[in-house]
């Protein structure tokens, strides 16, 4: 597992024994001349999610799993930037899923946005129909395409990363259904709805 604690807490939840994540922050490789790194024959599969520690270590020991064990290569979601601070833009998840990728020369299953295996697992779960769902997010690339394309409402919030302009940009081609500047704008419906 390449990623953070919300990761590892996911797979014990259920039941899915790991290794990696970050207990590997400070992990390192000594280069040295007839070196191969040992790894984990018997890994299944290798999932990737945002990670504030990746290393060189986590990235050659993902890629012995993948290209050695033939394990299943797993992606969190794609996103190229994140907002960490409000300062700048970050290396989002893309970022690390990227860098499994081009050491591989595989394409990861996308489990995240906009992948529509987690919204198809909440509706069957929960008992309810995807039109009677809006997803609401940030950007236009993950949030709303994921909206989009799995059947749900769509509103995006310009809060994050996608901004007005881009948003009314004549090279954008992801609409989404509605769109506000805050998010407390949602309390103002809901009571709304409730009146």
């Not at 990227?98 to 509706?123: H, Q, W």
Request: net charge negative; glycine share 12%.
């Amino acid at each position: 597992m390449v990623g953070d604690v919300g990761i590892l807490e996911e797979l014990d939840l259920k039941g899915i024994s790991h290794i990696g994540g970050p207990s590997e922050a400070g992990k390192t490789i000594d280069l040295v001349p007839g070196y191969a790194l040992p790894h984990d024959e018997d890994v299944g599969a290798v999932v990737v999610g945002f990670d504030r520690h990746i290393n060189y270590y986590k990235i050659q020991y993902a890629t012995l799993c993948i290209r050695e064990s033939n394990a299943m290569f797993i992606g969190t979601n794609p996103d190229a930037v994140t907002h960490l601070t409000d300062a700048q833009e970050w290396a989002g998840n893309g970022s690390m899923v990227g860098a499994i990728k081009g050491s591989t020369k595989r394409e990861p299953v996308i489990v995240g946005k906009p992948n529509g295996f987690m919204l198809d697992n909440i509706a069957s779960t929960q008992g309810i129909d995807k039109s009677e769902i809006t997803m609401v997010g940030d950007r236009l690339d993950t949030d709303i395409l994921f909206g989009k394309d799995n059947g749900t409402n769509t509103l995006l919030v310009l809060t994050g990363v996608t901004t007005e302009a881009e948003l009314k940009s004549d090279s954008n081609t992801i609409v989404p259904d509605a769109y506000t500047t805050k998010l407390a704008d949602l309390l103002s419906v809901g009571s709304q709805v409730a009146a």
